[in-house]
């Protein structure tokens, strides 16, 4: 997971903090938060080595070029970080399952999640 800072260190990462700088941590420590940090948390088996073919895993895919925020990709760990959205997400796989494609519900339409969205608020 993430390091400890301290003393200097910690000095240099809120200063980085307070300017919204994007590399706040490297690719390899958000890698790690982004395999590993829900199932920690949630009390489940760590994953060090990241999503492997036959592993259970839930998944998020973005494409960067559906927000041009994002654009140009040069550090896709930071981009990743400070751009993505429910603009770049792609597709969302669920156990395996494809559940969003190309930002469309494949079970239900627009109309029934607004609806379902509408019926929880009240």
Not at 12 to 32: I, Q, T, V, W, Y
Not at 79 to 102: I, K, Y
Request: glycine residues 10%; contains cysteine.
């Amino acid at each position: 997971m993430c390091r400890e800072h301290t003393g200097a260190g910690a000095v240099d990462f809120l200063e980085r903090a307070a300017h919204r700088k994007a590399d706040l941590l490297g690719f390899p420590e958000m890698f790690s938060l982004a395999s590993n940090g829900a199932n920690h948390v949630l009390g489940l088996e760590e994953r060090p080595d990241g999503v492997r073919a036959s592993m259970q895993a839930d998944l998020v895919l973005h494409r960067f070029d559906r927000d041009y925020a994002c654009l140009p990709v040069r550090d896709p760990g930071a981009t990743l970080l400070t751009c993505t959205g429910s603009r770049t997400v792609a597709a969302v796989m669920v156990d395996g399952e494809v559940l969003v494609r190309d930002g469309e519900h494949v079970r239900l339409s627009s109309a029934e999640l607004a609806a379902g969205l509408s019926f929880t608020a009240a």
